[in-house]
């Protein structure tokens, strides 16, 4: 069995700055130009594969499907997806191909609402903002562009995120006991309404 964890984000050419520090009165800049953005659709698994990719138009239901059905064909085992619930995500499209994926070997699971600290894509996106791009790349598009599409090309040779086993144990421990408990409720809450 494999298990990828599914996210989107995006970059552009203003910047990243999670949080700064500087003394009073100092002003810091970061050269960066206007305007352009990258959005990036991604799955990784414990042990830093990725599969994904760029694309400067939105990102539909079509072209996850898109990507999602791409993907499916290439499995040699059961393999499940965790996703976050946002629209595109969860919509009347992506419900209908379910039903061929799952005979491809290819499940969707989602995850409770406001939990994305369950998905490890989320570290991905820390580390590719905030520590592999560096600030000359947001210089020009072309440079952030090449810079993004090079550190997620790299992402096992070049960069490699480490999930130690403990903490793949104790992750997903916490993801099976949250998801237990949120389902415990959500099925007592239906009863409570219901009866």
């Given at each position: 069995?494999?298990?990828?964890?599914?996210?989107?984000?995006?970059?552009?050419?203003?910047?990243?700055?999670?949080?700064?520090?500087q003394f009073p009165?100092?002003?810091?800049?970061?050269?960066?130009?206007?305007?352009?953005?990258?959005?990036?659709?991604?799955?990784?698994?414990?042990?830093?594969?990725?599969?994904?990719?760029?694309?400067t138009e939105s990102?539909?239901?079509?072209?996850?499907?898109?990507?999602?059905?791409?993907?499916?064909?290439?499995?040699?085992?059961?393999?499940?997806?965790?996703?976050?619930?946002?629209?595109?995500?969860?919509?009347?499209?992506?419900?209908?191909?379910?039903?061929?994926?799952e005979k491809r070997?290819?499940?969707?699971?989602?995850?409770?609402?406001?939990?994305?600290?369950?998905?490890?894509?989320?570290?991905?996106?820390?580390?590719?903002?905030?520590?592999?791009?560096?600030?000359?790349?947001?210089?020009?598009?072309?440079?952030?562009?090449?810079?993004?599409?090079?550190?997620?090309?790299?992402?096992?040779?070049?960069?490699?995120?480490?999930?130690?086993?403990?903490?793949?144990?104790?992750?997903?421990?916490?993801?099976?006991?949250?998801?237990?408990?949120?389902?415990?409720?959500?099925?007592?809450?239906?009863?409570?309404?219901?009866?």
């Amino acid at each position: 069995m494999d298990l990828y964890f599914g996210d989107g984000s995006f970059t552009c050419t203003e910047g990243y700055v999670p949080y700064g520090w500087q003394f009073p009165g100092e002003n810091i800049t970061i050269p960066s130009a206007c305007g352009a953005r990258l959005n990036i659709r991604g799955m990784i698994d414990y042990n830093s594969r990725y599969h994904g990719f760029c694309s400067t138009e939105s990102m539909t239901s079509e072209r996850i499907e898109d990507f999602i059905g791409r993907f499916s064909l290439t499995i040699r085992k059961n393999t499940f997806i965790v996703l976050d619930n946002t629209k595109v995500h969860r919509s009347k499209y992506m419900k209908e191909m379910r039903k061929i994926w799952e005979k491809r070997g290819l499940y969707l699971f989602f995850l409770p609402p406001y939990s994305p600290h369950f998905n490890i894509a989320e570290t991905l996106w820390r580390m590719l903002k905030g520590q592999w791009i560096q600030p000359a790349d947001y210089v020009s598009t072309d440079n952030l562009f090449y810079a993004v599409n090079r550190d997620l090309a790299g992402l096992v040779t070049s960069h490699f995120i480490n999930f130690s086993k403990r903490a793949r144990y104790v992750h997903l421990f916490f993801l099976i006991t949250y998801i237990i408990i949120y389902y415990i409720i959500v099925r007592w809450y239906m009863i409570m309404i219901y009866t």
